[in-house]
Nanobody, 115 residues
């Protein structure tokens, strides 16, 4: 079992940057895969980026080259660095963690991109 909590959301202008953090209640090296999903109003939740136990990272095509997922095992935290943000990145971003075929979600953090 694990609890995860997101932080770092906010409102920025197009072209801006934000860094999201997902703090876990146990070692993130034991959680796989782990990463980020997002859900925009009226849309289904979608994958943003995931990291496997061995460090392989998968990104959604829509964020490749702009978002970077990283993991800090010492801090039990996974980060999502988001650059060159676009209005279509506006969504609630959720941390996702998987252990022993069970999936855990955080409460979500709002990201709004608007001029």
């Amino acid at each position: 079992q694990v609890q995860v909590a997101e932080s770092g959301g906010g409102s920025v202008q197009p072209g801006g940057s934000l860094r999201l953090s997902c703090a876990a209640s146990r070692s993130v090296s034991s959680i796989a895969p782990m990463g980020w999903y997002r859900q925009a109003p009226g849309k289904q939740r979608e994958l943003v980026a995931l990291i496997t136990r061995f460090g392989k990272i998968t990104y959604a095509d829509s964020v490749k080259g702009r978002f970077t997922l990283s993991r800090d095992n010492a801090k039990n935290t996974v980060y999502l660095q988001m650059n060159s943000l676009k209005p279509e990145d506006t969504a609630v971003y959720y941390c996702n963690a998987n252990i022993a075929s069970r999936t855990y979600w955080g409460q979500g953090t709002q990201v709004t991109i608007s001029s």
